[in-house]
């Protein structure tokens, strides 16, 4: 008998911004069949001019209701027959993007179909591997946080991720989008070994070690 | 009709350390049924002088094992009741301690009965909701970690995962127990209020912050 890890990367970030009026942003997690026949059907919507498609949409909230409907109905395919043998596909999506006359949003889509957004109190969301990477999101980031600096400290949540969890690894693919420029101004790929990563990395690493000497001793005498 | 939130409070940390031979602590994770009803059961065991019993099991293993099968004797009980309203009753157990003529040991039991314990390489175990505090504890512990450093760590643990999920909450009862001793010299309880808990809690969000703020920005340039 033979074994075998399979250790394969995928991409799970895509941009639909061909569009003067709109920049619309998925990232996917979980269930690969399920992520990929959904970009397929936004694609194949746009491509045939569907009723219903990415770039027709008068609102992020319509596009997130369609996605949320794809999905349904990519599951409604599959499901008895992942249920026959017990396979339970978890899977959940970040929508993100603006549409002109709107504000930019982001919206959490998960496998049911149904979805929540991003509001000034809790500005971020997460899907996947999510609660490694959250402890430095909640101290850092806020409504007001300038978007490169939540680039960055977005890049660490992953990278906390990545060492809490080695299933999870580069190449890391990072978007920014400016509110009101509609189109995807900044775009990065870091594989493993790209310089600033490992700089950041290993500075984190100082500066997090340095911190922690820094803090004061527990008082045992105050014991029970 | 009413509605309530049931915020509770229940002791996760137990002691038994009567015995000039071995110190045993057990500390409990999820379901608050099995885990009180383990302990119940440990206690009448050392009280009935039971065949096996904490108090006279020769190795700190065999104690895992004694904990473990009377898991497994407790959710027998339980199980048909639970399954029929669909509860998973998720638990699990961290067992520390030390008897005369062995190193300490450190064992996580799981709800199945089954275990693992630490090693150098990995010399941590945690429970129930342990994503959120891993990441410090994968930065600062290693096995040469002095035991008062360490248990600094595991307290900035507890509070980031407090932060990150206010259903995690003080009081934190903390035990530190010191090789060859067979006694536990070291034990506090931190309520919300605790002075020291306040001073570590914030300057360990300011460093993070600051060290946060030294970190290279992102070069955006070297786009895809």
Known sequence: MRGWIDVSTYPKLFKFSDQSDRVICLCTAGSLSISQALVNVLQRDIKTEATFNLYNLPSLYDVARYIGDTIRQLQERDRP??????????????????????????????RQGNFIHACPETPFLQIGEAKYGKPILDRILTFETPIAVAAKCALLSIDSTMKSNVSVGPPINLMMYEQDSFEIGYELRLERSDPYLREIRSAWEISLNEAFNRMPDIDWRQAL
Not at 82 to 108: A, H, K, T, V
Request: with cysteine; charged share 20%; aromatic share 16%.
């Open 81 to 110: 027959w992942l249920e026959r043998d017990n396979i339970d596909f978890q899977c959940s999506f970040l929508l993100g993007g603006q549409i002109q006359g709107e504000e930019p949003g982001l919206y959490m889509i998960y």
